[in-house]
């Protein structure tokens, strides 16, 4: 069973950049068809993919966010990152990892975590 953990910190100032690490157990990041997913839920809205990473290593950026988003992966670690700079307040969100299967669907998903952008 693949699970994965989102891990970074809690609070970050406007203009900083935004880093987050997702961490997955039980299955390699590199496993054909795969492909591996940030997501946020600003309070009170719905879910918006922002990019993924593929078992392969290309990347997909939405369109709205592509200028100042950047994901990659560490394979040795099996993690991948995300990475979101001049963060504003529009920033703030819950944060998941996700694994998108070969049929388009999110199969797994880590538990979110919160970020909050304040000076």
């Known amino acids: 069973q693949v699970q994965l953990q989102e891990s970074g910190p809690g609070l970050v100032k406007p203009s900083q950049t935004l880093s987050l690490t997702c961490t997955v157990s039980g299955g390699s990041i590199t496993t054909d068809h795969y492909v591996w997913s940030w997501i946020r839920q600003p309070p009170g809205k719905g879910l918006e993919w922002m990019g993924a990473i593929s078992y392969s290593g290309s990347t997909y950026y939405s369109p709205s966010l592509k200028n100042r988003t950047a994901i990659s992966r560490h394979t040795p670690k099996n993690q991948f990152t995300l990475q979101l700079t001049s963060v504003t307040p529009e920033d703030t969100a819950v944060y998941f990892c996700?694994?998108?299967?070969?049929?388009?669907?999110?199969?797994?998903w880590g538990r979110g975590t919160q970020v909050t952008v304040s000076s």
């Open positions: 996700a694994r998108v299967g070969g049929w388009g669907d999110f199969n797994a």
